[in-house]
């Protein structure tokens, strides 16, 4: 008589990492939520160091929303576009935000097209940076 002898199951799949190490979330679940900031420090942070805190907080938002949602150019990218051709991400943060809203089934606070305020001048920069810092907040709040 042969017996056969059962095997234990294998061990669940390590999480995957991004290139920053971070888990990234697969099969459509959620990583680390990102940090709250307050909208007025990331404005008034962001000319007093003539744009380079802006360039950090790009970077810092793109990898927040690519570690909690598994989607979108993450920080890396971002930083390069901020750098480069800042003009995409005035339109490309507040999208990568609000289809992370729709992936939760959420009604959209912004969408691409948010990055218009920056046509106002001056008074649109604080409006663009107040819509979409405040919804990160929720995300991150939520």
Known sequence: MSEEIE???????????????????????????????????????????????G???QFKVFEENKRYSGEGVGG??????AILIGIVNLFL??????????????EKPVTGLTGFWNLIPILGFFIWIAKVQNSMNALWES
């Open 7 to 53: 095997k234990p199951p294998a061990p669940p799949a390590p999480p995957v990492a991004s290139a920053a190490g971070s888990p990234v979330p697969v099969a459509g679940g959620w990583g680390p939520k990102g940090e709250v900031r307050s909208w007025p420090v990331v404005a008034i942070l962001w000319i007093i160091t003539c744009g380079i805190y």
């Open 93 to 106: 943060l507040p999208a990568e935000i609000g289809n992370i809203y729709a992936k939760q089934g959420r």
């Open 55 to 57: 360039w950090f907080w």
């Open 76 to 81: 890396g990218v971002g930083l390069i576009f």
